[in-house]
């Protein structure tokens, strides 16, 4: 058996930081003892018998200690994670515009001067080609019009990825950069399954509506995209809310899409006009007042289209359940 001295014994306890649990692969090979780990050393020994089982391993820690959080902060070397939301990656490093030292002292006046002279060539290295300024436009449009939809940022990496992909297949040419920033976030939006419309994105976009359509259906067919027809009721949790309606009403407008969906009276219809109208025949089941004005102007839906839709959700409902459908029917008869 190996022998250990009492201060390797000592030290190798003291420095033992996780105690792995016993199991088929975690005995000692030789006495079946527990597997301890030394991290100051490396190893992986047996704390009964004291066999070396593992050695040289790699430490993925920091090479220095910190006793405290603000110490680990201080010390700490990584930077900001790469996205895809910058034309470089956030790979490339900037020159901070507070023109100050390192002591927090305010520059000298030539020395501002020199600092503004290095932030502009710094600007212009990290954006050394059109296929770059074009890429590092498009990807702040792209951000600017997230962020005012309240789009969340994995959509927006999505998006910054389908316009990469459309830069580097030349789909580019031809059209305007904001058109295809912006067919590339709402592709983003629907492969995200977001409650964006095609109206909501034409209220932040700085290009009219058939045009971002035009090159969406562009770049949808070039790169192969594989989106698929959007769900009515994804959007019903954001109508929901605009029309402050209750739980029970949510629920209800969910179940007649589904039973629409059940019975195809989605097939080429809009989307966001089967789910206003969903709300709508939903409000008469569960007698809840909203009128069809109230809801065509959250839904900016036709008070028209809401009333041939909803007729089309109830009559799939009657095929379920008549009797709740007729009633319904009734009630919105004699209203």
């Given at each position: 058996m190996t022998t250990l001295s009492t201060h390797d014994a000592e030290e190798r306890e003291s420095t033992v930081d996780e105690e792995t649990t016993a199991g088929e692969d975690h005995v000692c090979p030789d006495c079946g003892g527990h597997l301890t780990h030394d991290a100051s050393r490396?190893?992986?020994?047996?704390?009964?018998c004291g066999l070396v089982v593992d050695e040289n391993a790699i430490d993925r820690g920091p090479e220095w200690r910190a006793f405290d959080s603000a110490e680990r902060d201080e010390?700490?070397?990584?930077?900001?994670?790469?996205?895809?939301?910058?034309?470089?990656?956030?790979l490339s490093t900037?020159?901070?515009?507070?023109?100050?030292?390192?002591?927090?002292?305010?520059?000298?006046?030539?020395?501002?001067?020199?600092?503004?002279r290095l932030r502009t060539w710094n600007e212009r290295f990290r954006t050394r080609d059109?296929?770059?300024?074009?890429?590092?436009?498009a990807l702040g449009e792209i951000d600017r019009m997230g962020s005012?939809?309240?789009?969340?940022?994995?959509?927006?990496?999505?998006?910054?990825?389908?316009?990469?992909?459309?830069?580097?297949?030349?789909?580019?040419?031809?059209?305007?950069?904001e058109g295809v920033a912006t067919a590339s976030l709402y592709a983003a939006v629907r492969q995200t399954n977001?409650?964006?419309?095609?109206?909501?994105?034409?209220?932040?976009?700085?290009?009219d509506e058939q045009e971002f359509t035009r090159a969406y259906r562009y770049i949808n067919r070039e790169l192969s995209l594989e989106i698929g027809p959007p769900d009515p009721a994804d959007y019903l949790s954001k109508f929901v809310s605009e029309l402050d309606a209750s739980d029970e009403l949510a629920m209800r407008a969910h179940d007649l899409i589904e039973n629409g969906k059940a019975?195809?009276?989605?097939?080429?219809?809009?989307?966001?006009?089967?789910?206003?109208?969903?709300?709508?025949?939903?409000?008469?089941?569960?007698?809840?007042?909203?009128?069809?004005?109230?809801?065509?102007?959250?839904?900016?839906?036709?008070t028209v289209t809401i009333r041939d839709r909803y007729r089309e959700l109830l009559e799939a409902e009657a095929d379920r359940d008549p009797v709740e459908?007729?009633?319904?029917?009734?009630?919105?008869?004699s209203a």
């Amino acid at each position: 058996m190996t022998t250990l001295s009492t201060h390797d014994a000592e030290e190798r306890e003291s420095t033992v930081d996780e105690e792995t649990t016993a199991g088929e692969d975690h005995v000692c090979p030789d006495c079946g003892g527990h597997l301890t780990h030394d991290a100051s050393r490396g190893e992986t020994v047996c704390a009964d018998c004291g066999l070396v089982v593992d050695e040289n391993a790699i430490d993925r820690g920091p090479e220095w200690r910190a006793f405290d959080s603000a110490e680990r902060d201080e010390k700490s070397r990584v930077g900001a994670p790469t996205t895809k939301l910058m034309h470089d990656e956030g790979l490339s490093t900037n020159i901070g515009w507070q023109n100050k030292d390192a002591n927090g002292n305010s520059l000298s006046s030539s020395q501002r001067e020199k600092m503004q002279r290095l932030r502009t060539w710094n600007e212009r290295f990290r954006t050394r080609d059109h296929s770059e300024r074009n890429l590092k436009q498009a990807l702040g449009e792209i951000d600017r019009m997230g962020s005012a939809l309240g789009v969340p940022k994995s959509a927006r990496e999505t998006a910054g990825v389908v316009y990469r992909r459309a830069l580097d297949e030349g789909l580019l040419p031809g059209r305007s950069i904001e058109g295809v920033a912006t067919a590339s976030l709402y592709a983003a939006v629907r492969q995200t399954n977001l409650p964006q419309t095609i109206d909501d994105m034409v209220v932040v976009s700085r290009v009219d509506e058939q045009e971002f359509t035009r090159a969406y259906r562009y770049i949808n067919r070039e790169l192969s995209l594989e989106i698929g027809p959007p769900d009515p009721a994804d959007y019903l949790s954001k109508f929901v809310s605009e029309l402050d309606a209750s739980d029970e009403l949510a629920m209800r407008a969910h179940d007649l899409i589904e039973n629409g969906k059940a019975a195809n009276v989605h097939s080429g219809k809009s989307p966001v006009g089967l789910a206003a109208a969903a709300i709508y025949a939903a409000g008469l089941l569960v007698n809840e007042e909203l009128t069809q004005e109230t809801i065509s102007d959250a839904t900016d839906v036709s008070t028209v289209t809401i009333r041939d839709r909803y007729r089309e959700l109830l009559e799939a409902e009657a095929d379920r359940d008549p009797v709740e459908a007729s009633a319904a029917g009734g009630s919105n008869a004699s209203a």
